[in-house]
């Protein structure tokens, strides 16, 4: 993962891959070091190399046989001694224009990636951070949205000790729907709000998707996303960047950098708390699981 998805450590792998290639050739040069001798380099490669093998190879359970789970976040528990190894064979190099160009083009290809990944979170996250706004500005409202529309209220909630907004604001999830009325109904509620945030409601285990919006749901209106960061002017500069290519080359690559930074449409619908799904016994949802 750490050489073949580029785009989370961009030259960082390669570089610290070009380390071991050199420790392996210097050892074989220079014969195999003793116990007491070894170098830094090497104990840093030590320390990377069976890492890599201990979430690599080592099962966490033997019946059924599973192993560690590969997910991109893990890549942080590689960036030091990757880091360490990459940066100690770039200051080998022998030729300094050749280091500092190769420097330069980490730098700022690291710090460029660094901003379309705010960006792809951003854009994300956008509709959610408006919900939870929508929540705020009515406070006597339940409020019924995606998984991530609840866990970031959650997390609002919790900075600014607001508790009763994630106690209002609740996932549509596998196994709640039933509950919605029995648990909550109107009582202590002015209105009941479901958002469908299709960006991101298919996203989290049992999280439901609105295929279908229920006829007797009153559409109140489309939000309006939020919290875009500093990524996005980057993703703008680019798109301008690239507007002279012609359509099949630059149409393609605008229509990806678009995708972050306009995220899919959130809408918020009134809904009848003793009828969420309008009577019906199978609404017009999918569930993820």
Avoid at 215 to 222: H, P, Q, S, T, Y
Wanted: aromatic share 8%; hydrophobic share 45%; net charge positive.
């Amino acid at each position: 993962m750490c050489i073949r998805d580029s785009k989370h450590t961009f030259l960082l792998a390669y570089l610290s891959l070009g380390a071991l290639i050199y420790l392996f050739f210097r050892r074989s040069t220079l014969g195999v070091e003793s116990a007491s001798t070894i170098s830094a380099e090497t104990y840093v490669a030590w320390w990377l190399l069976t890492l890599l093998a201990t979430l690599s190879f080592l099962p966490i359970s033997l019946d059924p046989l599973l192993f560690v789970g590969k997910q991109s976040n893990y890549l942080n528990l590689f960036l030091a001694p990757m880091a360490i190894l990459g940066g100690t064979w770039l200051a080998q190099l022998p030729k300094s224009r050749w280091r500092n160009g190769l420097v330069s083009i980490a730098v700022l290809g690291g710090i460029a990636l660094g901003a379309f990944e705010q960006a792809a979170y951003q854009v994300f996250t956008a509709n959610s951070k408006a919900a939870v706004e929508l929540a705020i500005k009515r406070p006597n409202a339940m409020i019924l949205g995606s998984v991530n529309n609840a866990n970031i209220a959650t997390i609002r909630s919790i900075l600014d000790s607001d508790f009763a907004l994630a106690a209002r604001f609740l996932p549509i999830s596998d196994g709640y729907i039933p509950d919605v009325r029995g648990k909550h109904g109107q009582v202590g509620f002015e209105e009941i709000l479901i958002i469908v945030d299709r960006e991101n409601q298919g996203w989290g285990t049992g999280a439901i998707v609105v295929d279908k919006v229920p006829e007797c749901w009153i559409k109140l209106a489309d939000l309006q996303p939020t919290g875009m960061g500093l990524g996005s002017l980057l993703v703008q500069g680019v798109r301008l960047v690239i507007r002279p290519l012609p359509e099949n080359v630059g149409g393609k690559i605008d229509r990806a950098l678009r995708e972050l930074m306009e995220p899919e449409v959130a809408t918020v619908y009134h809904v009848n708390g003793a009828s969420l799904w309008c009577g019906s016994s199978q609404p017009g949802v999918s569930v993820k699981r």
